[in-house]
């Protein structure tokens, strides 16, 4: 079988944030399922908002490294080309 990945805290935080998400998006719908039901529940839309934003505090911890497509790699050949 294959190696797996070492483990990175920093990606298990950003999993665990995607999870806080959406259980917060699932809350806010059922805020909005009792608010029309005419018995709004206002303990789903505070806990959702408060793991909306330990969601996005967790998510903002990692940042994946993106690699260059190349797709304007001639942008800077015709522009490197001027300033000398």
């Known amino acids: ?8 805290p920093k990606e298990f935080m950003y999993r ?3 999870f806080f998400l ?3 998006v ?3 719908a059922f805020f909005f399922l009792s608010e029309s039901a005419q018995k709004p529940t206002f303990e789903y839309f505070c806990w959702g ?3 909306t934003a330990v969601g996005f505090f ?5 940042k994946r ?7 304007f790699s001639w942008w800077g050949k015709i ?4 300033n000398e």
Do not use: C, D, I, W
């Not at 079988?1 to 990175?8: A, I, K, L, R």
């Not at 967790?58 to 990692?62: E, H, K, N, P, V």
């Not at 490294?65 to 797709?71: H, I």
């Not at 522009?79 to 001027?82: A, E, L, N």
């Open 49 to 51: 908002t408060l793991l």
């Open 58 to 62: 967790f998510r903002s911890q990692y």
């Open 65 to 71: 490294p993106v690699k260059s497509s190349g797709r």
């Open 26 to 28: 699932g809350l806010f």
């Open 1 to 8: 079988m294959g190696e797996g990945q070492p483990f990175n």
């Open 79 to 82: 522009f490197k080309g001027k």
């Open 22 to 24: 959406l259980v917060a």
């Open 16 to 18: 665990v944030g995607t």
